[in-house]
């Protein structure tokens, strides 16, 4: 049975994801609080609709991506929100990064309407949107996601199923503490070799074939030396998605320092006016404290200039 697809949040991630289900054949209908943002869509052939509940009224399964947890309860269970308009059996896929408690408590809320919820956060950028080859966790009901596997091959390379509500979301805050914390140390890096008079690039380039090879560093080790930060996934929202993962941990007793003192590079950089670029801009939080120009040591012994003085 081919499911008619609705559409919340249609930004940098969620756009493109609507695109491909559109040109993959698919019956889809938009919303979005600001009209202008789907002009493309319905030139694709998508319909509109003119509230999350009038949305539910005309599809099988809803798709959200919306930037915060408030942003969820609203479009999900606020007035003329999705619930209003479901129908029993109907399902949500939440592909936002919100609260795992909350989504927990949504899912409990929603299953007494009869609509199920799939937490299903992504990974891999604006770039693995438009590319279709998004990572996919996903809490939630099995046969439920069984249903929807078939949409989200269209948009995604990698779907994991994790475990029951709320185990996507906590499954992305272990994705964006690993991201949040490696940024920084290839930040620090690019920074010591800035220091040093080495090239940044060279340096890149040597590591990427060994241990210390990551997709951090592949992309945003590039940005990082050109000092261009396109937004990919921008500042403020890692910056949200940081305090969600503090929050959870300490919601469970849970001591994370690395996460707490990477997110305060993220939560720097929003403070110096960056939050609308890519998060990987805190290596220029790292370069406001570094030393000017490269450390000139000449032949002299660093021993023995330290024992001199």
């Not at 269209?154 to 779907?159: A, D, L, S, W």
């Not at 951090?216 to 396109?230: D, K, Q, S």
């Not at 500042?235 to 305090?243: C, Q, V």
Request: glycine share 12%; aromatic share 4%.
């Amino acid at each position: 049975m081919t499911l008619k697809i609705g559409c919340i949040g249609l930004g940098i991630m969620g756009r493109p994801m609507a695109g491909h289900w559109l040109a993959a054949g698919h019956d889809v209908t938009v919303w979005a609080r600001r009209p202008e943002t789907v002009t493309t869509l319905l030139g694709q052939g998508a319909h509109w609709a003119d509230s999350p509940a009038d949305l539910a009224r005309q599809v099988d399964v809803v798709f959200t991506n919306v930037s915060d947890t408030p942003d969820v309860e609203q479009v999900l269970l606020g007035p003329d929100g999705v619930a209003e308009g479901a129908r029993p059996g109907m399902i949500v896929v939440d592909h936002s990064t919100i609260s795992p408690t909350v989504t927990r408590w949504l899912a409990d809320t929603l299953a007494e309407r009869g609509i199920h919820l799939l937490d299903a956060p992504v990974s891999g950028g604006e770039r693995g949107a438009v590319d279709g080859t998004l990572t996919i966790m996903v809490g939630g009901e099995t046969a439920i996601l069984e249903r929807v596997r078939p949409l989200l091959e269209v948009v995604g390379r990698t779907i994991t199923h994790v475990g029951g509500s709320g185990a996507g979301q906590f499954t992305k805050a272990c994705n964006q503490l690993i991201v949040a914390q490696t940024m920084v140390a290839v930040s620090e890096a690019i920074s010591l070799a800035e220091a040093a008079g080495v090239d940044p690039a060279a340096m890149r380039e040597a590591l990427m074939g060994g241990l210390a090879y990551s997709r951090v560093l592949e992309v945003h080790g590039e940005r990082m030396i050109r000092r261009e930060y396109p937004p990919g996934f921008k500042a403020r929202l890692h910056n949200k998605d940081m305090a969600i993962v503090l929050r959870a941990a300490a919601d469970l007793g849970l001591p994370l320092p690395g996460t707490a003192l990477s997110a305060q590079w993220i939560s720097a950089a929003v403070g110096l006016g960056h939050g609308e670029e890519d998060s990987a801009v805190v290596a220029e939080v790292l370069r406001r404290l570094a030393p000017p120009g490269p450390m000139n040591g000449g032949n002299r012994s660093p021993l023995a200039t330290a024992e001199q003085e």
